[in-house]
C-alpha cells in the first residue's frame, strides 16, 4: 500500500518537472566547471554586520549546516552598532562558526575530535565583500580568502544586496524567474530595483536619508523597548512589531513620507521625517514611554506609516518597471524589516494589485544570514563569476555596479 501510494507520488507531473529542474541545474553546475553526479556544495560567509555567520548550501537548495551568532546583546547597551565592536566580535567567533556550519553539514569533517580535516566536499566559498562596515567585511572576507586559497578553492565575491535578493530563488527550482522587481528593506539599505539576472541590476528607488530599518530602530530607542532577540534576527525592529501588535495605530496621527505634492511621484524613499516626528510627539510630551500603552500606540502609528509608504513607494516601482517595458515576474522583497508581518502585508497588497505573486524568504532568510550568501555564491558559480584571491571589501557598493552576465 505504501509502495504504491509512493509510486502514484513518483508519477506526478510535479515530480518529473522537479527533476527535469534538477537535472538542468546539475548539467548548470557541470558547466560552472564542477563535474558531479551530485550538486554543488558552498560554504558561504557572512561578517557585514553584526551577525557572524556561515552555511553549507548544495547547488538544489539544501541547507546542510548554518549557524548565526548575533552580537545583540553586546549592542544594545549603545543603543545601535559600533563598528569596532561588531569586527572584534567578528574576530572572536568566525573560526567557530565556519566550523560549526561545516561539522553540521557533515563536510570537512571532525569526527568528534574537534578537529577539522579541510574542506572536503566543499567546492566554493563566497563571501559577503560589500556593501557593509568595513572592518566587519575584512574579517569574513580574509577568513574566505585564506579558507579558499589554502583548498584551492574557487572564491566567489557577494554582494550582500544581491544575496538578499536571490536567496528567493533558493530551492524554488526556478519558479522566481527574472525579471524581477525586488525591494530589499534593511538596517543598512531601503531600495527598489529591476533584477534582469544574477549580476545585472537596475536601480529605480533608493532612501534619500535614512533606511527603513534605521528608523524602527530609533522609534524602538525612543519608546525605550528592549531589543528582542530571537532566532530570526530580532533587535530593535522586531521589538516595536511585537509592541505595535497591542497598540492602536489610530491614536496618534503619523505623517506618511513623501506623500505631498513634488515628491508624491518619485519612488525614492525617505524616514527621517517619519522618526523626527515621533521625537518631536516625545519632545511635546504627547507620550510617555513608560507607559506601556502610549508605547504600543505610537509603535502601531509608527509601522502603520512606514509600511504605507513602503507600499506607495513599491507601487510607483512597480509602475517604472513597467514604463521601461519590463514585464515582471513577481516582486522578490527581502532584508531584515521584510519579516516585519504590517511591511509584508502592505507590499503584498501592491504585487496582488500588479497581478504577480509576492515572494519573500522566511524571515530568518530575510535578516541577515550566510545561506544567502552561500546561494548567491552558486548562482554566481553557475554564470561563471569568481573572484581573484586578492579581492578587497567594497564598503559603498550600489548594486547597480554589478555588470551584467549572460
Ligand atoms: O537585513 P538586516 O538583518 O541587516 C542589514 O543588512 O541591515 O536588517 C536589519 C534591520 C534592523 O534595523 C532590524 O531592527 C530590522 O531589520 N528588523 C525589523 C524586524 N526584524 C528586523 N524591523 C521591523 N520589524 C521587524 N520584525
Ligand atoms: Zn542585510
Redesign the pocket.
Known amino acids: 500500500m505504501l509502495l504504491l501510494s509512493q509510486s502514484r507520488r513518483w508519477n506526478t507531473g510535479a515530480t518529473a518537472k522537479r527533476l527535469l529542474a534538477q537535472a538542468r541545474r546539475w548539467t548548470a553546475d557541470a558547466k560552472a566547471g564542477i563535474p558531479h553526479s551530485r550538486p554543488i556544495v558552498v560554504l558561504g560567509i557572512e561578517t557585514?554586520?553584526d551577525?557572524t555567520a556561515a552555511a553549507v548550501v548544495t547547488g538544489d537548495g539544501c541547507v546542510l549546516g548554518e549557524t548565526n551568532r548575533h552580537q545583540h546583546a553586546a549592542h544594545e547597551a549603545f543603543g545601535g552598532i559600533v563598528p569596532s565592536l561588531a569586527a572584534s566580535h567578528h574576530m572572536a567567533s568566525v573560526g567557530e562558526v565556519v566550523r560549526d556550519a561545516l561539522r553540521q553539514a557533515g563536510v570537512g569533517g571532525s569526527g568528534g575530535s574537534g578537529r577539522s580535516d579541510g574542506l572536503a566536499g566543499i567546492d566554493a566559498v563566497a563571501v559577503t565583500r560589500g556593501p557593509?562596515m568595513a572592518a566587519s567585511l575584512c574579517v569574513g572576507l580574509a577568513a574566505a580568502k585564506t579558507l579558499a586559497a589554502v583548498h584551492g578553492l574557487p572564491l566567489v565575491g557577494v554582494h550582500?544586496m544581491e544575496a538578499?535578493a536571490l536567496v528567493a530563488r533558493m530551492g524554488r527550482g526556478g519558479a522566481v524567474a527574472f525579471p524581477f522587481l525586488c525591494v530589499l528593506?534593511?538596517?543598512?539599505?531601503t531600495l527598489t530595483a529591476v533584477a534582469h539576472g544574477v549580476n545585472a541590476y537596475t536601480a529605480i528607488g533608493a532612501t534619500r536619508d535614512d533606511?527603513?530599518?534605521?528608523a524602527?530602530?530609533k522609534v524602538?530607542r525612543e519608546l525605550r523597548i528592549p531589543w528582542l532577540t530571537t532566532q530570526?534576527?530580532?533587535?530593535?525592529?522586531?521589538a516595536?512589531?511585537r509592541m505595535a501588535a497591542a497598540g492602536d495605530a489610530a491614536r496618534f496621527a503619523m505623517p506618511v513620507p513623501m506623500d505631498k505634492s513634488a515628491s508624491a511621484a518619485s519612488p525614492d524613499f525617505s524616514f527621517s521625517g517619519l522618526k523626527e516626528h515621533v521625537r518631536s510627539l516625545r519632545r511635546a510630551n504627547a507620550f510617555d514611554p513608560a507607559i506601556p500603552r502610549d508605547q504600543a500606540d505610537v509603535a502601531a502609528a509608527f509601522?502603520r506609516a512606514a509600511a504605507t509608504h513602503l507600499r506607495k513607494k513599491t507601487a510607483l516601482a512597480a509602475r517604472r518597471a513597467r514604463d521601461m517595458g519590463v514585464a515582471i515576474t513577481c516582486i522578490v522583497a527581502?532584508?531584515?524589516?521584510v519579516?516585519?508581518?504590517a511591511?509584508r502585508a502592505a507590499l503584498a497588497a501592491v504585487a496582488a494589485a500588479e497581478g504577480v505573486p509576492l515572494e519573500c524568504p522566511p524571515?530568518r532568510l530575510?535578516?541577515?544570514n550566510a545561506v544567502m550568501v552561500a546561494w548567491a555564491g552558486i548562482e554566481r558559480l553557475r554564470c561563471g563569476l569568481t573572484d581573484a584571491y586578492t579581492i578587497d571589501f567594497i564598503q559603498r557598493w550600489p548594486l547597480e555596479a554589478l555588470k551584467g552576465t549572460a
Open positions: 557585514s554586520c551577525d557593509g550582500h538578499h528593506v534593511s538596517g543598512g539599505h533606511s527603513a530599518g534605521d524602527f530602530d524602538a530570526d534576527g530580532g533587535g530593535p525592529g522586531a516595536l512589531e509601522q527581502a532584508g531584515g524589516v519579516s516585519n508581518h511591511v524571515p530575510c535578516a541577515d
